[in-house]
Every structure is written in C-alpha cells, then in structure tokens.
C-alpha cells in the first residue's frame, strides 16, 4: 500500500452518504427516488411510475412484475455523485409483505429518509420501518410529500409525528397553503420562500425564490394562505426547538421537509440536507471486534442478492456494503463462513439494473459481486481476518404454502429456482424432514404470487401454490447437541431445514407451540434468526 493510501481511505469514506428511502406504499417514494436522480444529475428524464403500461417505468423498479403492477417489490440500489459527494441510495419496497427486504436494506445504510404522504400521515408500514431504524438509532430525515394535494393541517401532521413515531420534529421548511392553493414552502433556515409552480419537467434552479421571512410581497401575492402559514411559523420558531446535530445522529430528532415530488418541488432540499447533514459511514460491530471504516484492510457484508436481474444470463448478484478500507477489482477475498476465496474481476456498481464495472470501492459503497451460490445472505468477506457481522435479520414466516411443480420433468427447474429463490429472501423455503413437498413461508400473501410469477417466468416451471396445515414456525438450537438431535428425531413430523440448513419446528397453532416449549425446557426457540446465530426478537418488540 503506498505512503499516502490511509489519508485517502480518510477522505473517501467522509465523501460517503449512504441511506435508504422507506415509506408507506403510495406515499410517493419510487417518485421521490427518481427525482433525486434527475436533480443529482444521475439521469436526464425521470420514468412516470403510474404509466404502468407505457415504455417509461421508474429506474429503480426493475423487476418484470414491478412493471406490470406499478409498485416496488424487491429494494434496488444506485450511486450518484452531487456536491462532492458519492450517495449510495437505497430505494425499498413499501408493501408490506416485502418487509424482510426493507429490514435487511436497513443493516446496510447510515441514514433513512422517510416520506410521508401528507393526506394519510403516519400509516402502519411507517410506524414498523421507524421501529427497525429507532432499533438501529439510524438518523432520520422527514418529507412530506404530495402537498398540491388537499392534505392534514402541517401542524396536526407534526404533532402526529412526534407522538407516533416519539422524536422531535424539527421544521426546516414550511408550507404555504396546500392543494390547489398551494403556493410554495418557506425556508426558515434560509429565510426565503420558494415559489411552486407546477410541472415535471422543470429542474433546480428555475423556480422562483423570494427572500426574507417578512417579505410584503408574499401578502399581497397569496392572501390569506401567507396569513396563515405566517402565523403558523411563528408558533413554529417559538416551540420547536433548535436542530440539535448529535440529536438527530442519535435518531432521536428529524429534520421535516415539504413538497411535491412529482413537480419537482422541495426535492432540492432534502437532496442538499442529506449531503450536508447525514453522517459518513461509521463503525460497524463485528462479533470479534469493532472495524473502523478508514482501516486499510477491506470488509463487508451481503445484505442482499438478488437472482435473475439479467434473466438473458440466470446470474445471481450479492449486493455488498463496503465496512471498511478500499476495494479494488481482482484483489483476493475470503468468504469468512465458507472459507472459500473469491477474486471477483467483474465487480460492478449500480444504478438500478444498469451497471457499470468498478475499479474500487471505500466505505459505505454498496457493490454488486456476481457469483453462483459462494455468497449467501449475511456473508462476510474480508481480506483474510475471521470477521462475522451480526444483524441481519430473518423473520419466522406468518403464512404458509405448500408448493409442486405442474409438469413433473420440471422438478430440477423447480429445486433450482427456490433454492435461489430462498438464498436470495425473496421467500423462505423449508424441506421438511417427513414428506417431499416443500414448503413456502412468507409475511404477506404477494410473495407467493411474486414467485409463483417468477418460477415461471425465470425458470420456466409453473408451480401450484397450495394450502398447509401450518401457521406458526420457529428455528430451535440448543447448548447440548444431543438434546437437539433428540428433539429433532422426536418431531420429525412437524421439522424442517430451510434455506441455510437451520432446523425448524412448524405447528398449527400457538398453543402446540407452548406446549412444545414447556415438554422440552432445554431447547430454545426463535422468532428470528440471524446470519451469525438465532436471536430472540426482543429490541424492535420491546
């Protein structure tokens, strides 16, 4: 490593921004991520995430299904340069039934921002990303989005904030008026007004800006809806209290912004907050020690692979965070769980399913290694040290289906494609001991359709989606591994393996699975696993 290589590690990793957008479904946020790409410069025209059925789709929805129902069903990543600054951005399904998805995005990233629809408020998918990101102490910033809209009272939608979500809310904009009156949003940090005008179309640096807090001109122009929001802002300036940095690093304070994505509005700010006010990659824990990110050696984690983003070539992509030092194309890894070496020559960055090779890559990168099955999720590579980051999390399914094939000379097909599938976590697949049919389990009823989609058009198997008796399952390990294997052995009726081998035990109803538990005191049971070992589900409970 040459002489001046750690200084520039340094100043790599403090150009990093690294978040993820979460929200709602249809609260606006594949718009919103589009609109920070055309604003960053990344791409030139923003694809109409409505126009389902037309040539244009968002960049970031990639995925065939994605295209045909006009939602986010699996997260995707792009890297933008603005300011001086790489950001790594995180785009993340809002349906619900793609939460696994989301939560593991989240292991990923140092910041969040979250939009709120303003008609709708804080809705139940909000409320449990916020949780996962309160678990984390991941530093949030908030946009209310969909303000040329007829939407909440701001000051009803920031109290609403604070109580649902328990941080303070700090103002940095303000609206003037909503819906058809809706005339632009105040800076308060800033002290001007910036002017909406519909269209989307236009980008940064058209709009018309107005300076000073008390302008007169913004009476005569807009009535009683300046009166209002003037009103409105100086109860603001006198209750909220400062922005306080280390406040809102600590995920205890949000800075709240509002706009209209899909005119373009307000994007500017959150895009320049997030360069200015989100943090540089930081520490990681691994479960030997703490890595620092401008430490020469190079580590990461696979948060994530995704199987078929090329169908023409069936590859499999497992997306990495970069935790620290500098990686370069063609360098030998060390994939710590299997011990196995990789020497990725094809290594590539994103933007959505576009991609370009990569040369290197520094803390807070997210890359794409191309592999066939070495890698799988919460993998850690290293340059050779027996590193193992903890924390991705896999949730014990909620709803069950039995699947077989339909055309018995496509079982290989089948196999295959859930066992990619199931590495992936776009479902969990378990192969019960007793029986031959497998088992798909999930958190919501679109996953099943999703693969049911995807088997058949990715691996050309068309598979029946059946009913199972179970509805509760959990992964069970024990201190003593011969109490496990009696146990196993016990109820081999109701075991199975999933996808990375770990035992678990499927019941009908929770009843049976308290009186499991109470008959076999020294076996533990899970609600959750994690790559580096089950743990109980208790923090985002709790």
């Not at 039934?97 to 139940?124: H, K, Q, W």
């Not at 209310?144 to 604070?162: G, H, Q, T, Y």
């Not at 519909?198 to 001109?217: F, K, M, Q, Y």
Request: aromatic share 8%; net charge negative; charged share 25%.
């Amino acid at each position: 490593m040459s002489a001046d290589q750690p200084s520039r590690i340094q100043s790599e990793v403090r150009r990093r921004r690294t978040f993820a957008i979460i929200s709602h479904p249809d609260a606006g946020k594949t718009t919103l991520t589009e609109k920070l790409l055309l604003f960053s410069g990344a791409i030139q025209i923003a694809g109409s995430v409505k126009a389902r059925k037309a040539s244009r789709h968002a960049t970031s929805d990639w995925m065939e299904i994605e295209k045909q129902r006009g939602i986010s069903v699996a997260s995707s990543v792009m890297q933008m340069e603005y300011r001086d600054c790489v950001i790594n951005l995180l785009d993340t399904p809002g349906h619900q039934d793609f939460s696994e998805d989301t939560y593991r995005v989240l292991t990923a990233v140092d910041a969040a921002l979250m939009v709120i629809d303003a008609a709708n408020g804080v809705e139940p998918q909000t409320r449990r990303l916020l949780q996962v990101c309160r678990a984390r102490n991941t530093p949030i910033l908030t946009f209310v989005n969909k303000m040329d809209r007829e939407v909440k009272d701001p000051l009803a939608l920031m109290d609403e904030i604070e109580q649902e979500l328990g941080m303070t809310v700090v103002p940095f904009t303000w609206p003037v008026g909503m819906g058809k009156q809706f005339h632009g949003v105040m800076d308060l940090r800033q002290q001007r007004m910036r002017v909406f005008a519909p269209g989307e179309d236009r980008v940064a640096g058209t709009e018309e800006v107005l300076e000073g807090l008390d302008n007169p001109a913004y009476a005569e122009r807009f009535g009683m809806q300046y009166d209002n929001a003037a009103g409105e802002i100086e109860l603001v300036r006198e209750a909220a209290p400062e922005f306080n940095h280390d406040e809102f690093l600590a995920g205890r304070q949000t800075p709240m912004f509002f706009g209209s994505a899909v005119n373009n509005f307000g994007v500017q700010e959150v895009l320049d907050a997030l360069v200015e006010l989100a943090p540089a990659p930081d520490v990681r824990e691994a479960m030997q020690r703490t890595v620092k990110p401008e430490e020469p050696k190079f580590t990461g984690v696979v948060f994530k692979i995704q199987a078929n983003m090329d169908p023409a070539h069936r590859d499999r992509i497992a997306f990495v965070r970069v935790a620290s030092g500098r990686f370069e194309r063609g360098m030998n890894l060390k994939v710590v769980r299997s011990g196995k070496t990789l020497r990725p020559n094809s290594v590539v960055t994103f933007m959505s399913q576009k991609r370009e090779l990569l040369d290197e890559a520094f803390a807070g990168d997210i890359i794409g290694i191309p592999n066939h099955g070495v890698l799988q999720l919460g993998d850690t590579i290293t340059e050779g040290e027996a590193l193992q980051y903890t924390g991705l999390p896999f949730f014990a399914p909620e709803m069950f289906r039995a699947v077989e094939v339909a055309d018995p000379l496509k079982t290989k097909q089948l196999k295959a494609g859930l066992q990619q599938l199931g590495e992936e976590g776009a479902i969990q697949v378990f192969r019960p001991i007793a029986g031959s049919v497998l088992l798909l389990g999930a958190v919501g009823q679109l996953q099943f359709e999703v693969v049911a989609h995807r088997l058949e058009h990715e691996y050309g198997c068309k598979a029946r989606i059946m009913p199972s008796r179970f509805q509760v399952a959990r992964w069970v390990t024990c201190d003593d591994p011969t109490e496990l294997k009696r146990f196993i052995d016990a109820n081999d009726h109701r075991m199975a393996y999933d996808a990375v081998d770990a035992p678990t035990v499927l019941v009908e109803y929770a009843p049976e699975l308290r009186a499991i538990e109470s008959n076999w005191p020294k076996i533990k049971f899970h609600a959750l696993r994690e790559h580096a070992g089950l743990v109980f589900q208790q923090r985002l409970d709790g």
